[in-house]
């Protein structure tokens, strides 16, 4: 996990033996500040990939209007299967089509 610029950018698997540290992560972040996370590299999303993103979006300070999440394509897939796709106050969005600047810094 890389955390800087606004963007905090997850890699690898989040899975069942993650969850607890990412989704921990993930809260920390966004009541810190961070208004994008970048999934762009996740290669396995699971059941807890989606309550991490969720609880995430939960937390977002009222002041912040969107919670930006640039995924791969499996996250991309699972976020869609579940109907979160324009829901609340998350801007999911295909990694490949988010314009270069809005892209991690690592």
């Not at 890699?11 to 500040?33: H, I, K, L, N, P």
Request: glycine share 8%.
């Amino acid at each position: 996990m890389d955390h800087a610029h606004g963007v905090l950018k997850l890699t690898g698997d989040v899975d069942y033996d993650s969850a607890a540290a990412v989704t921990e992560r993930v809260v920390a972040a966004v009541t810190a500040g961070v208004t994008h996370l970048d999934l762009s590299e996740v290669s396995f999303f699971g059941a807890a990939g989606v309550r991490a993103v969720l609880t995430g979006h939960e937390a977002l300070p009222a002041h912040v209007t969107a919670l930006r999440v640039s995924c791969s394509p499996v996250v991309l897939r699972v976020l869609q299967t579940c109907g979160l796709v324009g829901v609340g106050r998350l801007q999911i969005v295909a990694a490949d089509r988010m314009p270069e600047r809005h892209r991690a810094q690592t």
